[in-house]
């Protein structure tokens, strides 16, 4: 319980599963808590849960959360029981199941333990019986193994008596430059309202589609309406405005050098109070105007040189590299007359980049453009096999740039080691998807929710702050 106003208020408890830390090894806890207090692993997780015999805790994180710097962590409590929980939400990772594995097993999906995890995550759900389910995945989830991992997962809900209903959102529906299919369930016990999932705010350029079974399901205006749609946004909408940086770039922050020119960026860069009013925890400090996290993953000095020579124009790839022809079946191979050797003695053009897709592939060392949309931002900014190279600068994408892609707010700040903040970026639902199930879940916990499957959120949500928000509602009431 928590008192505001003088009136007492019931705190909802919203649960991350993990395991004790008091029964963890060092390495394990500095794992989980080293990046933003609360990180772990899932395959560690399961690993522990599958070949553990000991009984499982669960940890409820009260508010306001405990500082990743205190050793203590007392605001942290076991939750042993049902009914302790409110809300269990998560995204059991997908690697046996993403199209990204080469080696996934469609006969028998859960003997991958990596697969597994979705059946953990269901045990606890089944443990703890919260009001709320949300659980997140790839699209993969439907279509792997004829969907029977995103069946099972739909019919653990409805075995264990919760409502039970399945949406795939576009996360550039919600204002984001990135296409990004994912797959979202909601459950919610009998007595409460099942959550709307909110149709969408920004038209799209659409990347792929969701698989045929399941079309019905994603959400989307029907084909009879018109509705009022905000544009499509690109990738010079979200970072244009962010200063150039090299290869070797080492700052962890830096100034901006330049206003804002669209209203994302506008949206983007506001301060922590300014986006949250008065949610945001403390008193009101004057915030600088500092940029973090803007360096990229240095390429090594052999991806370096070739990314030096793709040419900075709409379209550009590793056939733009000297030594490369393609053939009227649209199959790049090396021209060995103007084949090309780099100082390490290897070749300009190397063979992954030929032989990727059986060689019809435009991925490798691909440059962005500023009129385009990123299909999804991934775990690892690899150029190898993705495009992923700066429209003019010869890079990958930033960390800050990976993360406004994502929808994270310029004061957001990433830990850990480079490689571990792309991780965290690419492994995150996109904010402006996730401001969005929770306003659905907002109207559920007050039984405003209706009974049909969509909502329409307020005008300008997207890029609307907490503040600017609150005001539309009373200006409506």
């Not at 050793?71 to 059991?92: F, L, R, T």
């Not at 053939?327 to 290897?346: I, Q």
């Not at 994502?406 to 690419?426: H, N």
Request: charged fraction near 25%; glycine fraction near 6%.
């Amino acid at each position: 319980m928590s008192e505001t106003s003088g009136k007492i208020t019931p705190r909802k408890a919203i649960v991350e599963p993990i395991v004790h830390p008091s029964k963890l090894n060092p390495t394990l806890q500095i794992t989980m808590f080293q990046l933003n207090g609360n990180f772990m692993e899932w395959s560690q997780f399961v690993r522990i849960v599958m070949k553990s015999k000991r009984k499982m805790k669960y940890i409820l994180r009260t508010s306001p959360p405990p500082s990743i710097n205190d050793p203590k962590y007392e605001h942290w409590e076991a939750k042993n029981s049902m009914g302790d929980a409110d809300v269990i939400c998560g995204g059991p990772p997908c690697q046996g199941i993403s199209g990204y594995n080469r080696h996934r097993n469609a006969d028998s999906p859960f003997d991958d333990e990596r697969n597994r995890q979705i059946i953990v995550f269901m045990d606890i759900v089944n443990f703890l019986k919260p009001k709320y389910v949300l659980m997140e995945n790839v699209v993969d989830i439907l279509q792997f193994a004829k969907g029977s991992v995103g069946r099972y997962a739909l019919s653990r809900l409805v075995r264990m008596n919760y409502q039970a209903r399945l949406g795939i959102m576009a996360a550039g529906c919600y204002g984001l430059p990135q296409y990004r299919l994912r797959v979202f369930f909601w459950g919610a016990h009998p007595d409460e309202r099942l959550p709307q999932f909110a149709l969408p705010t920004h038209d799209v350029i659409l990347k792929y589609g969701a698989p045929t079974a399941f079309e019905r399901n994603i959400v989307a205006y029907d084909e009879g309406q018109s509705p009022d749609l905000e544009k499509a946004l690109v990738l010079g909408d979200a970072i244009a405005d962010l200063p150039p940086v090299s290869n070797n770039e080492t700052r962890e922050q830096m100034s901006y050098r330049r206003p804002p020119e669209t209203e994302f960026q506008k949206y983007i860069r506001a301060t922590k109070w300014e986006m949250m009013g008065s949610a945001c925890k403390g008193t009101r400090k004057a915030e600088k105007s500092v940029l973090y996290d803007h360096l990229p993953l240095p390429l090594n000095e052999d991806d370096y040189l070739r990314v030096c020579r793709i040419p900075k124009k709409k379209g550009a790839n590793f056939r733009d590299l000297p030594g490369v022809v393609v053939g009227a079946n649209n199959v790049a191979r090396r021209d060995p007359k103007t084949e090309m050797e780099l100082p390490s003695g290897k070749q300009m053009v190397p063979d992954y980049a030929l032989n990727f897709s059986e060689g019809k592939s435009t991925k490798p060392f691909a440059r962005l453009w500023w009129d385009e949309t990123v299909p999804t931002v991934l775990t690892k900014p690899d150029p190898h096999c993705q495009a992923y190279l700066h429209p003019e600068q010869d890079r990958v994408l930033t960390v800050r740039e990976s993360a406004r892609l994502q929808g994270f707010p310029d004061y957001y700040k990433f830990c850990g080691q480079v490689k571990e903040r792309y991780c965290q970026i690419g492994n995150a639902v996109a904010v402006p998807v996730a401001r969005a199930l929770g306003y659905a879940m907002g109207l559920a916990v007050q039984k405003l929710s209706r009974a049909e499957p969509l909502l329409t959120l307020p005008p300008k949500f997207s890029h609307s702050t907490t503040a600017q928000l609150l005001q539309a509602s009373v200006s409506d009431a």
